[in-house]
């Protein structure tokens, strides 16, 4: 059974700092997606991330992904409030299924 | 070009009623699939269906729980007796049929709360 895990499940920073959410899996797949979600609303998609290796970086965010450590990292560079969101990673559970296995999600709150 | 469109979203139910919520796919998209979110918890997978066909539904409730996406309208996820346990958001996805794109699009979800 594919397990996704993320740390820290609780976040909470100052603007200006930089910090890192981490995602785990437990077996191989070929894709790793980055979402966000405000409470009450639906997920925004962030990141897709599809090789070993590969990194994409958006605004104040940066994913990466290492597929032979089963591990990919958000990065967040000096975090503004507007950030405030809980972060979900998922994994796809079987090869172009779309079928998603996520985490708990990490619960971001930038104070100001 | 719509996204993914669901309705109702928000749903009150008493227990043991029925709760139907629907979805609507992306324009062009042959693939649905219904995910669960529980407070304070990630999505989890509850079924996957193309149309007139149910795919994959590992992840149904054996009971209570069904799920179609006819031919022609939207799919719908029916709840039959609904229990507290059942309070949640469900969120619908849709997917395009060519397994390059790589793209998944979700719903703004339909939140049900049984009283």
């Known amino acids: 059974e594919l397990k996704v895990e993320q740390n820290p499940l609780f976040l909470s920073m100052q603007e200006g700092k930089n910090y890192t959410i981490y995602c785990n899996y437990s077996?191989?797949?070929?894709?790793l997606y980055w979402y966000r979600q405000d409470p009450g609303k639906s997920l925004e998609s962030l990141f897709v991330?599809?090789?070993?290796?590969a990194v994409k970086q958006e605004g104040r965010l940066m994913a990466s992904l290492d597929t032979k450590a089963r591990l990919s990292t958000l990065h967040i560079t000096a975090a503004v409030h507007d950030l405030s969101a809980t972060y979900f990673c998922?994994?796809?559970?079987?090869?172009?299924?779309?079928?998603?296995?996520f985490g708990k999600g990490t619960k971001l709150t930038v104070n100001p | 070009n719509a996204g993914v469109m669901q309705n109702p979203r928000h749903l009150v139910r008493r227990r043991g009623q029925e709760a139907r919520l629907r979805c609507s796919p992306m324009k062009g998209h042959s693939h649905v699939y219904w995910y669960r979110q529980l407070p304070e918890e990630g999505l989890k997978f509850m079924v996957y269906?193309?149309?007139?066909?149910?795919?994959?539904e590992s992840g149904m409730p054996k009971e209570r729980f069904s799920a179609e996406f006819p031919k022609e309208g939207p799919s719908i996820l029916r709840i039959q007796q609904v229990v507290r346990g059942d309070s949640a958001a469900y969120f619908c996805?849709?997917?395009?049929?060519?397994?390059?794109?790589?793209?998944?699009?979700f719903g703004e979800g339909s939140w049900l709360t049984v009283v």
């Open positions: 077996t191989t797949s070929d894709r």
């Open positions: 269906l193309q149309k007139e066909n149910i795919i994959d």
């Open positions: 991330l599809l090789s070993n290796g």
């Open positions: 998922a994994v796809d559970l079987e090869s172009g299924s779309e079928k998603l296995v």
């Open positions: 996805a849709s997917s395009p049929s060519d397994p390059n794109r790589n793209t998944i699009y």
